[in-house]
């Protein structure tokens, strides 16, 4: 564990919304699309839970575009 940690920083040390990477060790959307509900189409991914809840009041409140 603590070697997947050192491995990942070093890879990676900051992520933020508008940042890619190779995804390696993440999931992808294709994989959530095929373990939930029908219509659960669209995703945010988010760094935090801060961030998350942020972005659910800005997406009830403007609409998800």
């Known amino acids: 564990m603590i070697q997947a940690i050192q491995d990942q920083a070093r890879d990676l ?4 919304a ?3 990477h190779d995804h390696s060790s993440g ?6 699309v095929e373990v939930l509900p029908r219509g659960l189409d669209k995703f945010f991914f988010t760094t935090s839970g ?3 809840n942020e972005a659910a009041f800005k997406i009830a409140r403007d609409g998800y575009r």
């Open 13 to 16: 040390a900051y992520v933020g």
């Open 18 to 20: 508008g940042l890619g």
């Open 27 to 32: 999931i992808e959307a294709s994989e959530l």
């Open 50 to 52: 801060t961030e998350a």
